[in-house]
Structure formats: structure tokens, C-alpha cells
């Protein structure tokens, strides 16, 4: 399938089922992502690999904590965004799938939140293209990370991504119209 048919099919998934992943999938959906772009090449990412069952259900631990803060002050806008999706405070994600793929961002380094999710977009379209699913969670709070994985200075926590295979179908959210998005020449003079 070529890129634009990956993109189209990709969605964020919410349910995993616990099936392991290959080692060769593993490293093929990596291996993609290391060939991104990023700011002056300074690749400013690393990745933990989280497997171990008690660490996952810790990170899950921490994260619906700091989740329950996090609905308490959210807009009612976005309580309605994620009452639509299944989005709660609850994460059974970061227990149900096999691998977490913990994305570490160095602060320090040009651009590096661009490099970093221009990356995280050739993740998942690699992961799409070996049928394996995956879900862009990003703690509303992510200090944590720092003591519990052992984070260097500068190193911060910018996503979770848990890959593994999917326990549902989950309907396409939908996109504004292209056409609307793109202008010719200045803002808001229609065309491609
Ligand atoms: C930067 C970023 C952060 C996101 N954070 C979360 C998150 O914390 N929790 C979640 O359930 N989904 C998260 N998502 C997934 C989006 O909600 C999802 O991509 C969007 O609703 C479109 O759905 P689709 O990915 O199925 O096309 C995030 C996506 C992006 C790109």
C-alpha cells in the first residue's frame, strides 16, 4: 500500500489486545523513524522500550493519577471531544499492549519538538504499514518521567506510544475538507 492508502487507513487506537509483537516489526517501524528529518540532524529523540508488566501497570498508575487532575480543569469543549472518542482518564493502553515505546525529546537541541513529532509521524505510518496499531498518548503531565526512567538533563518525556495489535475499530474522527485548507498565493484566496 503506498503512503497516501497508510495515512488514510491509520487510526488512533484506544484497545489493544496483549498479543506480543515481532522483534523484525519492532525494529522495522524504528528503523523508519530513524531516517527522519530533524533540526540541524541533531535526532533529538531516544526511545524506552517498556515490556515488563509491573512497569507497565506503574506508568499506568502515574499517568491515570495525573490524568483525574487533568479532567478536573479541562474545557468543556474537550470533555465532549473525549467523551466521543472513549477518551477518559482511564488508560488501559499503557497495560493491555505488548511494548511501549516511551519517546524522550532533548530540549536542548534546534527544533527539536518539530524533529521530534516530524519522527513520531514516520512511526506511525511505518507501524500502519506492518498492520500494528498504536495511539499518540501525551500525558497531561510528564515530570515524573524524569526520576522514573532516568532521564539526563535536558531529556524530557514527549510521548508514549503503545503498539501492539488492535481490540477495536475505531471509527474515523474525520477531517475538515482539503480544499478548505489550502490557499493560492495569500490567506484565503482558494486553489491549489
Ligand atoms: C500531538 C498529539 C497528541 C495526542 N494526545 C493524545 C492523548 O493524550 N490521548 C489520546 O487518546 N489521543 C491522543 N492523540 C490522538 C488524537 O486524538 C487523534 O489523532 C485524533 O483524534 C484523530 O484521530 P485519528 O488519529 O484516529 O485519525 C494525540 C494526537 C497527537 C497528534
Given at each position: 500500500m503506498d503512503i497516501l492508502g497508510l495515512a488514510r487507513r491509520r487510526r488512533s487506537v484506544r484497545r489493544f489486545r496483549s498479543d506480543p509483537i515481532s522483534e523484525e516489526d519492532l525494529r522495522y517501524v524504528l528503523?523508519?523513524?530513524h531516517y527522519s528529518p530533524s533540526g540541524a540532524n541533531r535526532q533529538p529523540w531516544r526511545y524506552i522500550l517498556v515490556r515488563d508488566p509491573g512497569r507497565k501497570r506503574r506508568i499506568r498508575e502515574i499517568c491515570e493519577e495525573v490524568e483525574k487532575r487533568f479532567y478536573e480543569r479541562v474545557p468543556q469543549w474537550f470533555l465532549e471531544?473525549?467523551?466521543s472518542r472513549g477518551i477518559t482518564w482511564r488508560k488501559p493502553h499503557l497495560t493491555d499492549a505488548p511494548v511501549l515505546i516511551v519517546v524522550a525529546g532533548y530540549r536542548k537541541s534546534p527544533h527539536w519538538k518539530e524533529?521530534?513529532?516530524i519522527m513520531i509521524g514516520y512511526l506511525l505510518l511505518a507501524a500502519e504499514e506492518r498492520g500494528l496499531a498504536t495511539l499518540t498518548?501525551?500525558?497531561s503531565d510528564t515530570r515524573w518521567a524524569k526520576e522514573f526512567f532516568g532521564l539526563p538533563d535536558g531529556w524530557g518525556?514527549?510521548?508514549i506510544i503503545p503498539i501492539g495489535y488492535p481490540e477495536e475499530v475505531p471509527s474515523f474522527p474525520g477531517r475538515y475538507r482539503l480544499e478548505d485548507l489550502i490557499?493560492?498565493?495569500e490567506w484565503g484566496r482558494r486553489g491549489l
Open positions: 528503523e523508519a523513524a471531544f473525549a467523551r524533529s521530534v513529532w498518548y501525551t500525558p518525556l514527549e510521548t490557499y493560492s498565493e
